[in-house]
């Protein structure tokens, strides 16, 4: 391993041993030639034939502006709860309009305003990171280059978010929203026709789903670390499990 590679590991492991165990990991999606969710119980569909190519970290799910991923979002957070979101991702070209977004991930509702819990570039406001409730948000950071790989996160408490790019706060902003129960957590493209405006030409990584909010250096660390194995971020998972299960005994 490089020695970036092992600097960042280390950093990881400090930013897990401070806060990411008391953290819950809800879904795990690590891309590497399937949509298995690695700690949780929403394993994925690839759809319209989405397919892999080399990622961050092993492999990431490619998109072609038709393609998408499908999972369940059983134990994900509703309603106002407390959450954090994280992904990798690279665009690889932009669609022509009338495309208005360049869809990341996100889960709810879609269709259903402030139902709806989503990340996305859009493109009527210059390619900037945007985090969204189905009609409103918080948008913010620089222009996204196609060809370059990013990480991007969201946390909210109540109904207060925060986007991150690269580690760093761009937006924050109180935004009502009340994100529905029983839906798909979807990447890569919006189903159906609310996905014909809203698609991704691109690459997409290491999809993490939190039922906490993770702190601005736990953020940071995701986005410093593009070598952890992905055995370490299992690690992870199963240590705030552990971590919540003993709270909830206590």
């Not at 092993?58 to 393609?67: H, I, K």
């Not at 026709?193 to 991704?200: A, K, P, S, Y």
């Amino acid at each position: 391993m490089k020695l970036r590679g092992v600097i960042g590991l280390l950093t990881l492991a400090t930013s897990l041993s401070a806060g990411e165990a008391r953290a819950a990991l809800i879904s795990y999606w690590a891309a590497d030639g399937n949509a298995t969710d690695s700690v949780g119980p929403n394993s994925g569909t690839l759809v319209d034939g989405a397919t892999f190519a080399p990622g961050v970290i092993g492999q990431a799910f490619s998109f072609d502006g038709t393609s998408y991923v499908r999972a369940p979002t059983i134990g994900m957070p509703t309603g106002t709860q407390d959450r954090s979101i994280n992904l990798w991702f690279r665009i690889d070209s932009y669609a022509a309009l009338p495309v208005e977004e360049a869809f990341l991930a996100g889960y709810g509702a879609f269709g259903s305003f402030g139902q709806v819990y989503l990340l996305t570039i859009s493109l009527n406001a210059g390619n900037i990171p945007v985090w969204s409730q189905w009609g409103t948000g918080i948008a913010g950071g620089p222009t996204i280059q196609t060809d370059t790989w990013h990480n991007i996160g969201v946390t909210s408490t109540g109904n207060f978010a925060t986007l991150y790019l690269d580690g760093d706060v761009v937006a924050t902003g109180t935004v009502p929203f009340d994100t529905a129960a029983g839906t798909d957590f979807v990447i890569g493209r919006v189903p159906g026709e609310l996905g014909d405006i809203r698609q991704l030409i691109g690459l997409v990584d290491e999809i993490r789903v939190y039922d906490t909010v993770l702190s601005d250096s736990e953020m940071r660390a995701l986005a410093s670390v593009p070598e952890p194995t992905t055995g370490l971020l299992l690690i992870a998972g199963l240590l705030g499990l552990a971590a919540r299960r003993r709270m909830n005994a206590d």
